[in-house]
């Protein structure tokens, strides 16, 4: 399923989209940050300074081991990944990394879908789920490894019943209206043209 051939017209011109989008300066901290939180090399042999490029990082994770790997760092015992070569036994394994994600807060609009690393179609937004799932590590106090900076947290205001009282007594301007305009307009009546007096004569 992961060899399908390349694709023709507009689906040709979507993957090419999407492969120029990826970054591989963000694909390098995110796999120093895999191995440093996983004590395991993405590709044994592979120094650090050298990229892997999205080839390298789809034949690397693309059975999800290493993926459960590093989410049961985080969450201990968040995911019971299968060895298996067969391929629903692996694409089960991205799947139960991607739960576990959401279940530890990653936002759905982060996170990639199971054909996109599986059959190979945009490893850029594979690359984007797991940056996320480190800055939601500091969020979550994680103790490993930090990755990007940490998520901004919401400020909730709290108004008191004097406060909201003013707010309600407060009548909102129309769209579009201005206060020095003349409110004895009379919208809707024709308009009366009067002639010139001296065409007249």
Same mark, same amino acid.
């Given at each position: 399923?992961?060899?399908?051939?390349?694709?023709?017209?507009?689906?040709?011109?979507?993957?090419?989209?999407?492969?120029?989008?990826?970054?591989? @300066?963000?694909?390098?901290?995110?796999?120093?940050?895999? @191995?440093?939180?996983?004590?395991?090399?993405?590709?044994?042999?592979?120094?650090?300074?050298?990229?892997?490029?999205?080839?390298?990082?789809? @034949?690397?994770?693309?059975?999800?081991?290493?993926?459960?790997?590093?989410?049961?760092?985080?969450?201990?015992?968040?995911?019971?990944?299968?060895?298996?070569?067969?391929?629903?036994?692996?694409?089960? &394994?991205?799947?139960?990394?991607?739960?576990?994600?959401?279940?530890?807060?990653?936002?759905?609009?982060?996170?990639?879908?199971?054909?996109?690393?599986?059959?190979?179609?945009?490893?850029?937004?594979?690359?984007?789920?797991?940056?996320?799932?480190?800055?939601?590590?500091?969020? &979550?106090?994680?103790? =490993?490894?930090?990755?990007?900076?940490?998520?901004?947290?919401?400020?909730?205001?709290?108004? &008191?019943?004097?406060?909201?009282?003013?707010?309600?007594?407060?009548?909102?301007?129309?769209? =579009?209206?201005?206060?020095?305009?003349?409110?004895?307009?009379?919208?809707?009546?024709?308009?009366?043209?009067?002639?010139?007096?001296?065409?007249?004569?």
């Amino acid at each position: 399923m992961a060899n399908r051939e390349a694709g023709y017209g507009f689906s040709a011109e979507i993957q090419a989209k999407l492969d120029s989008k990826y970054d591989i @300066e963000l694909e390098q901290q995110v796999r120093i940050w895999m @191995e440093s939180v996983t004590g395991e090399p993405l590709v044994q042999g592979m120094p650090q300074d050298v990229l892997l490029g999205p080839e390298m990082i789809h @034949e690397s994770l693309k059975d999800g081991v290493y993926l459960c790997q590093l989410m049961n760092v985080i969450v201990p015992g968040s995911c019971k990944p299968s060895k298996s070569k067969i391929a629903f036994k692996q694409m089960e &394994n991205i799947s139960m990394f991607l739960t576990a994600c959401e279940k530890y807060g990653v936002k759905k609009v982060d996170m990639f879908q199971t054909v996109d690393l599986f059959d190979n179609t945009n490893i850029g937004q594979v690359v984007q789920t797991i940056y996320a799932l480190g800055r939601k590590c500091q969020s &979550n106090n994680f103790e =490993g490894p930090k990755l990007g900076p940490k998520e901004s947290t919401p400020q909730t205001r709290q108004f &008191n019943e004097e406060v909201l009282r003013r707010g309600e007594s407060v009548i909102p301007m129309q769209m =579009g209206s201005n206060k020095f305009q003349d409110t004895g307009a009379d919208y809707g009546k024709r308009r009366q043209i009067i002639p010139d007096a001296s065409s007249a004569k």
